[in-house]
């Protein structure tokens, strides 16, 4: 019964202001108005632009490819789900899982500390320096630090330099000939390929992890420990519980954007695809966009699963 | 009776700022121990020095009678109530309470057993599966009691509980508290700066100031006897007399004190003296009513019940003698 006490609402004095006094009386009185205009442009690039070709993406992913005349019929079939779970194909998505898995763990555990530091010690300038030194490599164009890893994992590179100075090349070579770690060297070993998403995707891990933890008042890890726990344990039944979203945040971001990358596969790291690199050469040189497109859903199920996982180990609960 | 609290010269300054200078302080075990005082006064930098959230720059603190100036929070015998509460939020009520027994190591039927018993005697029973953020400010305030409580520490911080909650729900939670700290025996160390707060709830309190103590008494003997012109001025309202006026009724040199409701309008009698003024204005509260006086450039109150006296009592403009027993002036030390 709402309309007919809002076109029973007396007219707006309108002789007193200009047009746009009326248009900002009109929209104060009428919220859902105000709302709607507000919301109807990202609304709309939301739905549209957004979801619109999330949909088209997965409505081609069950589309025909055809191997002989390499063309695309619009032939509805499960065939290249059913391809995923085979042969190179699964060892890609597998690869790729594992890799993401690892540098997601990586990053939350390197990430930790240092977000730590920044929300409960430093002060000042200290802590306008350590936001500006983690954002500051994000700046950096990506595939230039990209190729900048390729040099420093190469042979001859700074680290291998280091490694000979340090009397450690024997401990390397044995790292790198570990299967499933390494490689020929480390820019082509699985080591390296990590070493270098590690580097990219910290802040995106840092900063979330940050704002989690500034947002933990003090008082209640001052209670904890007045309650008899000791450090660690206050860490573990305290802080972490209520930091873990913004680490779910983060590792969303790590784990996402690892799942997805196609640039540093190809400079880092030993051959076989990932399904970036799977994607990328589906959709271009072969021309098998259905299949390329049924690669890109696996991340987004695989994200998507991760979530509700994480909702039911209560990372959102203290949200 | 032992002493549950001694501190021993303690200081703790933040650069140049003096927070606690110099503090000596001995509270008795199962006492309802007070630290009163203005914000900034020192008086919470104190609870938190007791607690161990801070450490002494300078001086010792005995927990009934053994070293504990550098011990952290969680290797003392004491126990926290929050202003804020701190609850857990990410615990339910019965989780929270049940915290300190599980950092300890209780098992979990024990730990559940007690918690609840402990939800019992804040009278919260029923509402463990809640979380904190479902309860009302004053429940709140009663599980952080029952955190604490559960623990049967020897002795009970408490920082402003009751600053956050409304005038009718402090006056009952006062009450509570006070009957609770009878019924388990416990030392309880209350921070506030509510005077009358503390008036009504302590066995002794300490007045602070600027990071000393200025006094520790009974609240009756804080009220009757006060030692500095602070004092009397913080706890209830005071008539301070100084200088030349102070001299003529006293006889001292130094400042008096007389509380308003000791003076009457009157001629002086025997055993009293008496001066003259000028009736300012006359405020109604309740009970009694406040006559704002002036006398010679001071602001004297008086305080009448509010019965026959104060409604037939001189009006504003008019001229007014005051007097007062001699026996009613406290010779204070200046601060």
């Given at each position: 019964m709402t309309l007919p006490a809002a076109s029973a609402a007396p007219p707006a004095p309108?002789?007193?202001?200009?047009p746009l006094g009326v248009l900002s009386s009109v929209l104060y009185r009428r919220g859902t108005l105000q709302l709607l205009l507000l919301l109807t442009p990202p609304l709309l690039w939301f739905g549209v632009v957004y979801l619109g070709s999330l949909a088209a993406l997965v409505w081609q992913s069950v589309y025909t490819f055809d191997d002989f005349s390499m063309t695309v019929t619009p032939a509805l079939t499960w065939a290249n789900y059913r391809a995923l779970l085979h042969g190179a194909n699964l060892d890609a998505v597998l690869r790729t899982l594992g890799m993401a898995a690892a540098v997601t763990v990586a990053c939350a555990v390197l990430a930790f500390p240092i977000a730590f530091y920044m929300a409960r010690y430093a002060r000042g300038a200290t802590k306008g320096f350590l936001y500006v030194a983690v954002m500051l490599p994000m700046w950096a164009s990506y595939i230039v630090k990209a190729y900048a890893w390729t040099v420093i994992l190469a042979k001859g590179g700074v680290i291998y330099w280091l490694v000979e100075k340090l009397g450690l090349t024997g401990m390397l070579e044995s790292v790198l000939a570990t299967p499933g770690v390494g490689g020929f060297s480390l820019s082509t070993s699985h080591l390296g390929r990590f070493l270098v998403f590690t580097y990219v995707w910290l802040p995106y891990m840092i900063l979330p992890t940050q704002a989690a933890i500034e947002r933990v008042p003090e008082n209640l890890l001052q209670a904890s420990a007045d309650l008899g726990a000791r450090p660690v344990q206050t860490f573990r039944t305290v802080l972490l519980p209520l930091a873990f979203p913004g680490v779910v945040a983060g590792s969303i971001f790590t784990f996402s954007l690892t799942l997805g990358d196609y640039i540093i596969p190809q400079l880092v790291g030993p051959p076989g695809l990932q399904i970036g690199t799977m994607v990328y050469s589906l959709q271009g040189s072969v021309g098998n966009v259905p299949m390329a497109a049924a690669f890109t859903v696996v991340p987004i199920l695989i994200i998507g699963a991760y979530l509700l996982l994480a909702r039911r180990l209560g990372a959102f609960d203290a949200l | 009776m032992s002493t549950a609290v001694e501190l021993l010269e303690v200081s703790r300054h933040y650069g140049a700022v003096k927070a606690v200078d110099g503090i000596s302080l001995s509270i008795e075990d199962g006492e309802f121990f007070s630290l009163l005082g203005p914000s900034g006064s020192g008086k919470t930098t104190c609870l938190r020095l007791i607690a161990g959230f801070e450490l002494p720059s300078a001086g010792r603190i005995l927990l009934h009678g053994q070293e504990?100036?550098?011990?952290p929070p969680y290797e003392r015998d004491v126990n926290t109530v929050f202003q804020d509460y701190?609850?857990?939020?990410?615990?339910s009520v019965l989780e929270n309470v049940a915290y300190g027994l599980s950092v300890k190591g209780v098992g979990r039927a024990d730990r559940q057993r007690e918690a609840e018993a402990a939800l019992d005697l804040v009278a919260l029973?029923?509402?463990?599966?809640?979380?904190?953020?479902?309860?009302?400010g004053g429940q709140r305030q009663r599980v952080a009691l029952a955190r604490a409580l559960v623990l049967k520490p020897r002795v009970l911080l408490l920082d402003e509980p009751l600053g956050a909650l409304d005038l009718k729900l402090r006056e009952q939670m006062q009450t509570e508290l006070k009957g609770l700290q009878r019924r388990v025996g416990i030392t309880f160390v209350y921070v506030t700066h509510d005077q009358g707060e503390a008036l009504s709830m302590s066995d002794r309190i300490a007045v602070f100031n600027n990071g000393r103590i200025e006094q520790v008494d009974t609240p009756r003997a804080l009220y009757g006897?006060?030692?500095?012109v602070f004092v009397a001025g913080f706890v209830g309202t005071a008539n301070v007399l100084s200088g030349a006026l102070a001299r003529r009724v006293s006889g001292g040199d130094r400042p008096v004190s007389i509380r308003p409701e000791l003076i009457r309008f009157a001629a002086p009698a025997g055993g009293e003296v008496g001066v003259e003024g000028k009736l300012l204005d006359v405020l109604y509260h309740g009970p009694t009513s406040r006559f704002e006086v002036e006398v010679e450039g001071t602001r004297l109150t008086v305080a009448l019940a509010d019965g026959g006296e104060a409604r037939a009592g001189p009006r504003p403009g008019e001229p007014v003698r005051l007097a007062w027993p001699r026996a009613a002036m406290v010779e204070l030390e200046a601060t």
């Open positions: 309108a002789a007193r202001r200009g | 504990a100036s550098s011990l701190a609850l857990f939020p990410h615990l029973s029923g509402l463990g599966e809640r979380r904190p953020g479902q309860l009302s006897k006060p030692r500095t």
